[in-house]
């Protein structure tokens, strides 16, 4: 079990450009099964993948791979077409949020936004459309979601996963990576891991995704990387608090940022003396979560989590 | 992005929103030039000199070069002297401003050099209000933000008289409606001709912050004039870098010289620099790892010199430049390089980091850890190159071993 994608999820690529078509065809050797893609100028044409299996990826297939993806004019009609029922978003940052309101028109349930660099006002905007619709949006800005040996969206290296009992949910990409890449050596392993994005408007946040993993039965424990900039961190202590029932381990970013300054996240900022890290470790060690004070300590401190809470 | 008040103000001018007269001046002829056209439209023998820098805490700041000379400086020798002692009195304050070093409580210790002074005409305050719009990271919207507090940061007294502060969302796909601005002219006490031209500053400012992608449109203070006038005696405004591209007019507005050196050439190679005031440099690909980079360093007892993310598909070029911005930091005494490859390529940073050293030499410790794909192409490289750098097997063992180095 897993949350968000498996083995049966139908990806559609929106922005086939050369990092649109660079990822599909990571995803594509990891055993994703990509199934269309939208391109307004290009439809109608067949892009076509091929190369080495990843065998970090899905289990069981020949060591090469030809894969055709149609494209499509929209992706209503790629929707149609393939039944796809997941879409990751290359589009570049100008075009990126309709891009999204598209895919939530066409009754997409789960839109992967990777693209950097979005005008906010276009992603407020975004939510709004997005309001009264069924769909889930992961990002923008952020690696994406990979379920390991079965789904892999996003611009993650695969490799570094491992299946097993622990969701990641994370602001941040490579800080992903270093977390996963610990649970992967200690023999914890993921179900899945979400990255949430790094920007101040984003779709699921922290609260979705432990909603998400408490509900899932494989899911163990979850692991948590946030980072200074508005109060999500916050929000995650009072939700775990009052209704989570798996452990929960954390690291926080930014203890040392200044305040004013944009580290490198468009969200990442302390203003106004709110959104400190100081501030969001208190709050999760108020709510019971083990906080690793480095990032070295991260699977250590979910090891910690889950052995205290099989003590009790 | 930041901009000066006298370019806000004229974004705000051009869109209906009440400004007071002013004139920007780089020069002390300039200054004193701008006096008599502005006392002559207003009919007010009081105009106020400030300095234009992008920081605040200016009405408080201090000269180092002038101690006696605030940041911002309302001239009354009009009054009875009538216009030629208005200019003298400008011309004064104008000699010492210019190109001297204003030390606010935003600025630190350092200060900043004032380039330009905004000239403007003084205003017959009956009331001080604060209005500001910005983003509401909680509902993912815009939010007017008021207050009866003009004046005083806000800051302050979101901490101090919380109840005082009123917020109003708006919803993106309506804009401010006409009654939720009747209501915060209502809450603010606005009353009379205050209240139809306040009511009418709120829907011109609100959408000004839509139109020109705003991160913040502060007003502080607000003022409702002895005439029932409503005001920006002060306006702040940043932008949201990433909406430039369809505002090319705003984008031209930017200063450079406001900004540091370091991180603008940074921003060329399309890296994120921050410069700091420690000794240990930094270079790391992502943001939060750049982040958790320098929180490791201060953890094992040291300080970083600077936040830098060589982002997630940097080409040797640009790891090159990032090595070579840090080690021009004259506090650097050594430098760890942290990377874990996913997109980028550990031989691409080793490519990159020899690159850089060959060119610039090296005069300061190095360690690198280098985790991820391609890890063994990179290592390999490193080894090959001769380069005199210490290997890390974690993030922290670098910032130990780096710091060893350094002390």
């Known amino acids: 079990m897993s949350v968000l994608v498996g083995k049966d999820t139908k990806v559609l690529v929106q922005g086939m450009g050369k990092t649109g078509r660079f990822h599909t065809d990571k995803a594509i050797a990891y055993g994703t099964n990509m199934v269309g893609a939208v391109h307004p100028s290009r439809a109608g044409q067949v892009e076509v993948f091929e190369g080495e299996t990843d065998h970090s990826g ?92 079965e789904c892999k969206i996003g611009i993650m290296p695969g490799y570094i996963h491992t299946p097993g009992r622990i969701g990641v949910v994370s602001r941040s990409g490579t800080l992903t990576y270093e977390a996963v890449h610990q649970l992967t050596l200690n023999g914890l392993g993921q179900t899945t891991a979400i990255g949430i994005g790094g920007d101040p408007v984003n779709g699921t946040n922290f609260v979705d995704a432990l909603t998400a993993f408490n509900d899932d039965p494989a899911t163990e424990g979850v692991l948590m990387i946030g980072e200074i900039g508005g109060t999500a961190e916050e929000d995650a202590a009072a939700w775990i608090t009052a209704n989570m029932t798996k452990p929960v381990a954390a690291f926080i970013a930014g203890t040392t940022a200044p305040a004013g300054k944009r580290m490198g996240h468009a969200g990442a900022i302390i203003s106004g003396g709110k959104g400190t890290a100081a501030a969001k470790i208190e709050a999760l060690e108020a709510a019971g979560v083990v906080m690793a004070p480095t990032p070295t300590d991260m699977g250590t401190a979910m090891m910690e989590a889950m052995e205290k809470r099989s003590r009790k | 992005m930041k901009i000066h008040e006298y370019q806000a103000k004229a974004l705000m001018a051009d869109r209906g929103i009440a400004v007071p007269k002013g004139r ?18 207003s009919g007010n023998p009081v105009v106020v000199v400030k300095s234009q820098i992008h920081a605040g805490g200016r009405g408080k700041g201090r000269f180092k070069e002038h101690p006696d000379v605030g940041g911002v400086n309302v001239v009354t020798d009009g009054i009875s002297g009538g216009i ?163 505002h090319p007019d705003v984008a031209a507005l930017r200063d450079v010289t406001e900004e540091d050196a370091a991180e603008l050439e940074a921003k060329e190679f399309d890296l994120s620099f921050i410069k700091l005031d420690g000794e240990i440099g930094c270079m790391v690909n992502g943001a939060g790892l750049a982040m958790a980079t320098m929180d490791i360093i201060k953890t094992v007892g040291g300080e970083p010199a600077n936040f830098l993310d060589v982002g ?96």
């Open chain 1, 58 to 149: 899905v289990e069981g297939r020949e060591d090469t791979y030809r894969v055709e993806v149609p494209i499509f004019r929209t992706v209503e009609e790629a929707v149609a077409a393939t039944g796809a029922d997941a879409s990751v978003v290359y589009v570049p940052p100008p075009f990126a949020a309709d891009a999204i309101m598209e895919a939530a028109d066409a009754g997409v349930p789960l839109i992967i936004c990777v693209t950097e660099g979005i005008p906010i006002a276009d992603m407020v905007k975004a939510k709004r459309y997005l309001e009264d619709k069924n769909v889930r949006l992961v990002g923008p800005n952020c690696p994406g979601v990979i379920t390991p040996k």
């Open chain 2, 24 to 41: 920007v001046a780089m020069t002390v002829d300039e200054a004193v030039a701008a006096v008599r056209p502005l006392i002559e439209d």
């Open chain 2, 84 to 246: 030629e002692a208005a200019e003298e009195r400008v011309r004064d304050l104008a000699t010492k401003m210019l190109g001297s070093t204003l030390v606010t409580i935003q600025t630190g210790e350092e200060g900043k050099q004032v380039n330009r002074l905004y000239i403007e005409q003084g205003i017959d305050i009956a009331t001080e209000l604060y209005l500001s719009v910005l983003l509401d990271r909680a509902t993912s919207r815009n939010i007017v933000m008021a207050s009866t507090e003009g004046g005083t940061e806000i800051e302050v007294v979101a901490a101090e008289t919380p109840e005082k502060i009123l917020k109003v969302e708006i919803d993106p796909a309506f804009g401010l409606l006409p009654f939720q601005a009747r209501r915060i002219a209502y809450d603010l006490g606005f009353e009379g001709a205050a209240f139809k031209n306040g009511v009418k500053f709120l829907d011109a400012l609100t959408r000004a912050a839509v139109e020109l992608d705003t991160d913040l449109v502060e007003i502080n203070p607000l003022v409702i004039t002895t005439d029932g006038d409503v005001m920006a005696l002060d306006g702040k405004m940043a932008f949201d870098a990433n909406a430039l591209f369809r």
């Open chain 2, 312 to 407: 997630g598909g940097a080409e040797k070029e640009q790891i090159a430049a990032a090595f070579k911005i840090i080690t021009k930091d004259p506090n650097v005494k050594g430098i760890f390089v942290n990377i874990f490859g996913g997109i980028m390529r550990c031989d691409i940073i080793a490519e990159g980091v020899i690159a850089a050293v060959e060119e610039v030499g090296l005069s300061v410790p190095l360690v690198v850890r280098l985790e991820g794909t391609n890890v063994e192409l990179g290592k390999q490289l490193l080894d090959e190159s001769g380069l005199d750098l210490v290997s890390a097997t974690d993030m922290k063992d670098g910032a130990q071993k780096i710091l060893e180095l350094t002390r």
